[in-house]
T-cell receptor, first 116, second 113 residues
């Protein structure tokens, strides 16, 4: 089956620093990748849709200048949390879809971010 | 996207079939029903999807009512490793509004020995 990886799996950083999270599709090309955030005991919330070669589309209420998304290739998308604060501590999950069909999205294992 | 309604939680006995219901009464004719599950502290895992017909794969079976207003995910022989939150999602067709998956609260399934 299709495999999506994320790196790092967990990260602890100081308030005010920036953190970059990578999402890779290992055995397929993904024109579109998605970034989700999940707070404890809550469901996944879509943050943005990442399109290869173009600007990401952000969901309402998600600050595009704080959560920088780059989708430079068909197998890699990155999410950078800039000037992180404790309230940004969360579980960040990416997903990728193989192509233009009803085929499903495949999810990465997630990255747990703790901002001190 | 059509909204889905699922029970908040349910317990299942190990080795028995687990039947997870989902209501999607506002589903439109070209929307698919998808099921994912999320084991604690992991990313969601795709289980199965369908449009009108019942579907079966190595993980589960999906039964969709004739009017498509509800569906049931069946785990034929639940194991302790099936303990997870199960999400029923109705999805817009490709290209109509992106390919978003909108996650609701899901059903927290606890498989007991």
């Amino acid at each position: 089956g299709a495999v999506v990886s994320q790196h790092p799996s967990w990260v602890i950083c100081k308030s005010g620093t920036s953190v970059k999270i990578e999402c890779r599709s290992l055995d397929f090309q993904a024109t579109t990748m998605f970034w989700y955030r999940q707070f404890p005991k809550q469901s996944l919330m879509l943050m943005a849709t990442s399109n290869e070669g173009s600007k990401a589309t952000y969901e309402q209420g998600v600050e595009k200048d704080k959560f920088l998304i780059n989708h430079a290739s068909l197998t890699l998308s990155t999410l950078t949390v800039t000037s992180a604060h404790p309230e940004d501590s969360s579980f960040y999950i990416c997903s990728a879809e193989p192509g233009q069909s009803q085929e499903t999205q495949y999810f990465g294992p997630g990255t747990r971010l703790l901002v001190l | 996207d059509a909204k889905t309604t699922q029970p908040t939680s349910m317990d299942c006995a190990e080795g028995r079939a687990a039947n997870l219901p989902c209501n999607h009464s506002t589903i439109s004719g070209n929307e698919y029903v998808y099921w994912y599950r999320q084991i604690h502290s992991q990313g969601p895992q795709y289980i199965i999807h369908g449009l009108k017909n019942n579907e079966t794969n190595e993980m589960a079976s999906l039964i969709i009512t004739e009017d498509r207003k509800s569906s049931t995910l069946i785990l034929p022989h639940a194991t302790l490793r099936d303990t997870a939150v199960y999400y029923c999602i109705v999805r817009v067709p490709w290209g109509a509004a992106g390919n978003k998956l909108t996650f609701g609260g899901g059903t927290r399934v606890l498989v007991k020995p």
